[in-house]
């Protein structure tokens, strides 16, 4: 069964400073891996995706992300944090042998940026 | 502009009462899905449609239904028998393509929130 965890519910950061938001996943096949961001009462934006080509992923707004097999995480960084990131990222999980939508998702994190 | 919407963005249901809520889309897309979001507890699939006229459960059908009439149209009526209707809800849609090699790229509306009177 797949399954993803998001390791912070909150994390707080001052502008300027490094973004990390960690997930970590369980599969049983080669998944695939994205992370989507949400504003508050927006629908979710695509960031990035990882469907097994390259390990280290970019995404918009200069985040990326690296799939780390041994680890199974996926965790999400930023060089420097905007405060236009203050938003909720969700780390998400599909199975590639599905054939129907089967995404999953994690709780969320929500990313606070102090001035 | 292509894009998902959904109407209305705030909702209000009476006791007993049956709310439709509304998903359009012009992206061509085959797949169209429901969501519900609580605080804290991410999102959990409803029902989801890859072809017009045929659906399927999603993890918390119960209380809920959809029609497919139409390829860009794919509307979630919550009904009495949901007893804690008060969530965000959203509409996502992909092609079929993607979900078959696992990519399933989904595409998201801006929500309805619905509370209860």
């Known amino acids: 069964a797949q399954s993803v965890t998001q390791l912070d519910s909150h994390v707080s950061v001052s502008e300027g400073t490094p973004v990390l938001l960690r997930c970590n996943y369980s599969?049983?096949?080669?998944?695939?891996l994205f992370w989507y961001v949400q504003h508050p009462n927006k629908g979710l934006q695509l960031l990035l995706k990882?469907?097994?080509?390259?390990?280290l992923v970019k995404g918009i707004n200069g985040f990326e992300a690296e799939f780390k097999k041994s680890e199974t995480s996926f965790h999400l960084t930023k060089p420097s944090a905007h405060m236009s990131d203050a938003a909720e990222y969700f780390c998400v999980v599909s199975d590639r042998r599905g054939s129907q939508g089967n995404l999953i998702f994690g709780k969320g994190t929500k990313l606070s940026v102090k001035p | 502009d292509g894009g998902i919407t959904q109407s209305p963005k705030y909702l209000f249901r009476k006791e007993g009462q049956n709310v439709t809520l509304s998903c359009e889309q012009n992206?061509?897309?085959?797949?169209m899905y429901w969501y519900r979001q609580d605080p804290g507890q991410g999102l959990r699939l409803i029902y989801y449609?890859?072809?017009?006229?045929?659906?399927q459960k999603g993890d918390i059908a119960e209380g809920y239904s959809v029609s497919r009439e139409k390829k860009e149209s794919f509307p979630l009526t919550v009904t009495s028998a949901q007893k804690n209707p008060t969530a965000f809800y959203l509409c996502?849609?992909?092609?079929?393509?993607?979900?078959?090699?696992?990519?399933?790229?989904?595409?998201f509306g801006a929500g309805t929130r619905l509370s209860v009177l």
């Open positions: 996502a849609s992909s092609r079929l393509g993607t979900q078959r090699s696992g990519e399933n790229i989904q595409y």
């Open positions: 599969s049983s096949y080669s998944p695939s």
């Open positions: 990882y469907t097994s080509a390259a390990t």
């Open positions: 992206l061509n897309h085959d797949a």
């Open positions: 449609s890859q072809i017009v006229n045929d659906f």
